[in-house]
């Protein structure tokens, strides 16, 4: 496999089938976050987080924390910050950046956190993480363990249907009809291979005592753009449309993303899944 700078890197699946950013570094900073489809996705987070969580400060468990912006996030709000990340490069931008903050980065993957960092914690942050699993339904029940009592669950993921619906848009007719949309984890593509759907988020929380309290969409319309933004106004405009139609039926359904507040219930609790 190749990638970018001299690091040379044997495959993009880890040998549970699960995909890392190895030596991606410079493609996650140029082709997303470098674009305004990253840039998006950040001011909207800004927006959407204090809103979807109650944050006062508490400890908290960024899970596959990346380049780190999300961890940054929460330091500067006060939160003293674990970011996990297995890829190597990843996790070196990430400490390169955070110097001198409240945030502490260690090169772990998720499924070890049950034995190095078990918690319980009443703050995690998961985004963009169980769509690269090979199995989000046991990646979701991890993190679950972890939670403590009345803990809060930050879950974004990749939104299969939205995935379906860019591709037709796109004139992909025969992969739709095959159901082929999934990516497999080679070269430097970044089609998730395990995209989610939002039904399974709501049963696989309902199997692990978590309750879904807030749901928004990330990117409901710039993603089926025919153009990008062209400059300051014409973004401004389309994040104001982002923002207002986030979280309204039906337009947060088809975000690119799906964002969740998930709260662990207490013992034999009634769940209020919606």
């Not at 493609?27 to 006062?56: C, I, N, V």
Request: aromatic share 6%; with cysteine.
């Amino acid at each position: 496999m190749q990638t970018t700078g001299t690091t040379a890197i044997a495959t993009h699946l880890s040998p549970d089938g699960d995909r890392y950013f190895d030596g991606m570094a410079d493609k996650f900073a140029d082709s997303l976050y470098g674009k305004a489809r990253g840039e998006l996705r950040l001011d909207l987070l800004d927006r959407l987080l204090p809103e979807m969580l109650a944050l006062d400060g508490q400890p908290a468990l960024d899970v596959g924390g990346g380049l780190g912006q999300l961890s940054g996030w929460l330091a500067e709000r006060g939160h003293e910050v674990t970011l996990c990340e297995p890829a190597d490069d990843m996790l070196r931008r990430a400490r390169e950046s955070l110097a001198g903050t409240s945030v502490t980065a260690l090169p772990l993957p998720l499924q070890a956190l049950p034995e190095r960092l078990p918690g319980p914690w009443p703050l995690i942050t998961c985004h963009a993480v169980l769509e690269w699993m090979a199995d989000p339904r046991a990646a979701l029940a991890t993190l679950a363990r972890l939670l403590a009592p009345q803990g809060q669950l930050s879950l974004m993921v990749f939104n299969h249907d939205a995935l379906r619906f860019s591709n037709v848009v796109k004139g992909n007719l025969d992969r739709v009809l095959a159901d082929r949309l999934a990516g497999q984890g080679r070269r430097k593509r970044l089609t998730p291979i395990s995209p989610l759907r939002h039904d399974e988020i709501l049963a696989w929380a309902g199997e692990n005592g978590l309750a879904v309290t807030h749901c928004a969409g990330v990117r409901v319309f710039h993603d089926y753009l025919q153009d990008p933004p062209a400059d300051d106004e014409q973004y401004r405009k389309l994040l104001e449309l982002e923002w207002r139609y986030s979280r309204r039926e039906p337009y947060w359904r088809l975000g690119r993303y799906l964002l969740y507040t998930l709260r662990a219930l207490p013992d034999n609790a009634e769940e209020t899944l919606r």
